[in-house]
């Protein structure tokens, strides 16, 4: 929780910073002086005006922080630009492009391009598809994984209402529910909405649901429903949650379900994988679903096959997810391996926090599972 402070804090004072550079820039290009006292004195009460909405709506955080970013670009282009264009400082293209500069126009224009992406990004459901194959399945077998829709706080809910028949078509043999199905900000009835319009998938052996760190509504002070209204509304739609339990498919596939790591702040803990497989019959395909995307090593040496998660949304704002890849923070985004075992990491159906996604798309999974030498 410090560390999410911290970078809310930074987040906030370089929204204010950048809001308050656009306005030196348009003050400038009236012809008047940003640096006299006055009109700094309105532009820093303005900025702070833009730091509180900032902490009120997150989306006007992320969009300062594009326009600083935005900002450092251009400063850096101008310079170019100018050597570029030196011998056309009297055309009209040039003269009009200096304006547009000056006013901060280019600045807002770019800033707009990258909201309407990023709005068009979230709102826009990817099936993303991958095809594993394995010696230790005689069948084929279609695996839906659908995870992180935080439903009813960011994403129109009409999206995945939509999906719903182009799913159905795919005749999925296994469906997944990664977590974070619903979070803090869902209201009971929309908890049940969800979970009944979930229930409307077409599975020839079964629904699974595994919990992430949001579903419980660890995080808010006034729960809008329990644990056990959760549960009711999954049994009622013929959804079986799976709390570090196994599931025997068609006595080929062994799928284990996680407790979510995020069991440790509710004073609980969850069982190591190699218990959770000690008991397995013959040498099933195992197909681990675990909505945060860690103990890859651990589940490799245990003998798992196919592991599944989501969590990370693949970043959801550009470049967070990169930097955390690069960095080691986050584990990376898609499909990769680990000696034996193949991990494939999910970027959500939705989003967390804010309306918009800049990196990498809102996407549901199609795995095919394919008998080796069939593929």
Known sequence: MPIFLIMIITLVIISAGSFYLLTGKFVKGLGKNPKSMWIRVIRLLVSALVAVSCMLWRTVMVAMLYLFI???????????????????????VY???????????IHILLLAVILCQGFYTMNNLVKTEYTVTSEKIKNDYKVVFISDLHFDTIQNKTVIKNKIAEINLLKPDIVILGGDIVEEGTSKQSMNEIFSILGGINSSYGKFFVYGNHDRQTYSANPSYTKADLDFALGVHSILPLEDQSFNINNEILLVGRKDASVKYLGQSRQKVESLLSNKKGNPFVLLADHQPTEFEENEKAGVDLMVSGHTHGGQIFPVGRVAELLGIMKPYGESRVGSLTAIVSSGAAGWGFTIRTERSSEYLLINLVPKGDA
């Open 70 to 92: 935005i900002f450092l670009f251009m400063g850096i282009l101008a310079i170019f630009m100018r050597r570029i264009l030196k011998s056309f400082n009297k055309g009209a």
């Open 95 to 105: 003269s009009f492009l200096k304006k547009a500069y000056r006013f901060g126009v």
